[in-house]
């Protein structure tokens, strides 16, 4: 070819040069619409970023320390995000997440951990001696009357499941997460509303009686369709007063 007729030809090739850029581009932007899924501006997707530490669906992962969402009732999941939000639990991570979000925003994500509705996962093998859990039982069936300790049952109900809307379960959540937060909260670390009554009760138990605790709850199993109960027991009354929960009866004295 003549570098005349190369000249002449050289516009025709830059266009379709173009054109066949234009073809190839438009359809790689046709294939990605058509290949990505539409996004879904839901709550259940927003709070895909709660799994990566609570574990999908809020089940809770294996590594111990990170609890349970699903199913809790609604008030005590709203109450401890109030607690990371206004500064009484101290976890940096949870606290900047929580931090620019009003209550309703927190009541909305409250609400969904508690309406699913997924199994719980295996008991935990004790690692504790035989009058370790049996401390450990004793605590939550009968408490300690001489150190001021009541029963979990009293307030966390007989199946020890929680009971709505704020009162939370014990069983089926990690031992070193049981064995922190109550440790949390004998040490002052962990607070909640006024007046604090897990507090309270953290303070009568010796870091014996905490390891007892953890151990017997985290290796009891959590019976098929287990729920917290809907209603404060009639004729029941709380052993102490409790900020954040909504109980008609009044509190009584700890026997001591």
């Not at 234009?22 to 709550?43: H, N, R, V, Y």
Request: net charge positive; aromatic share 6%.
């Amino acid at each position: 070819m003549s570098m005349t007729h190369f000249h002449h030809a050289l516009p025709l090739w830059r266009h379709l040069g173009r054109a066949l850029t234009m073809l190839l581009t438009g359809g790689l932007i046709a294939s990605a619409a058509q290949a990505a899924p539409p996004f879904e501006d839901t709550l259940a997707q927003r709070l895909q970023g709660c799994t990566v530490c609570h574990g999908a669906q809020g089940r809770a992962t294996p590594n111990g320390y990170q609890p349970r969402l699903a199913g809790k009732p609604a008030g005590y999941l709203f109450h401890q995000l109030l607690n990371f939000r206004d500064g009484r639990r101290d976890y940096g991570p949870m606290t900047a997440l929580v931090d620019p979000l009003s209550d309703a925003y927190l009541q909305d994500i409250a609400g969904y951990f508690s309406s699913l509705d997924v199994p719980y996962p295996p008991p935990q093998a004790s690692t504790g001696a035989l009058a370790t859990l049996q401390r450990g039982e004793q605590l939550v069936r009968r408490g300690d009357a001489d150190a001021g300790t009541p029963a979990c049952q009293q307030c966390h109900g007989e199946s020890m499941m929680g009971i709505a809307p704020s009162i939370p379960g014990l069983l089926g959540l990690p031992r070193d997460y049981l064995n922190a937060q109550l440790g949390a909260w004998r040490s002052g670390k962990r607070r909640a509303q006024s007046p604090d009554c897990m507090a309270q009760v953290a303070r009568s138990l010796s870091l014996a009686d905490i390891d007892a605790l953890s151990q017997w709850l985290a290796a009891q199993t959590v019976a098929p369709g287990a729920k917290p109960l809907h209603e404060w027991p009639a004729g029941r009354k709380m052993p102490v007063a409790c900020g954040g929960v909504s109980v008609e009866a009044a509190p009584t004295e700890v026997p001591r």
